[in-house]
């Protein structure tokens, strides 16, 4: 369930696989007054989530991730500001080893 305070949503791997299904069932019955849906620079990738613009009416950017870990609009090739509380995000200097979220089960 989203919640009613949020504001702008990011989507990575929007695309495929259990982020379209969030992305197409799921988030769209929340408003936003932004929406950002993002996956892998790859062409295929890019025209899926060309498909899912019209699933939102608040303003909508389509983004790819870049090696460093930025994103960038599709449409424009300039670099996007993610969203969020400034402790989510992560920077990455350049050849600084990269950090992924580990998962746990209760």
């Known amino acids: 369930m989203a919640d009613e305070t949020a504001r702008t ?3 990575v791997g929007a695309a495929r696989g259990a982020g379209r299904w969030l992305v197409e069932h799921v988030l769209p019955s929340a408003t936003w007054s932004r929406v950002i849906l993002a996956d892998v620079h ?4 890019e025209r899926d989530l060309a498909r899912l613009s019209a699933l939102y009416s608040a303003p909508l950017n389509l983004a ?3 090696p460093h870990g930025a994103l960038s609009d599709l449409a424009t090739g300039r670099e ?3 969203p969020g ?3 989510a995000r992560t920077s990455r ?3 600084a ?3 992924r979220a580990t998962f746990r089960r209760a």
């Open 80 to 82: 996007l500001p993610v």
């Open 9 to 11: 949503l990011l989507v």
């Open 64 to 66: 790819v991730s870049q």
């Open 42 to 45: 790859w062409p295929a990738r």
């Open 97 to 99: 080893p990269e950090r």
């Open 85 to 87: 509380p400034a402790s």
């Open 93 to 95: 200097r350049r050849g």
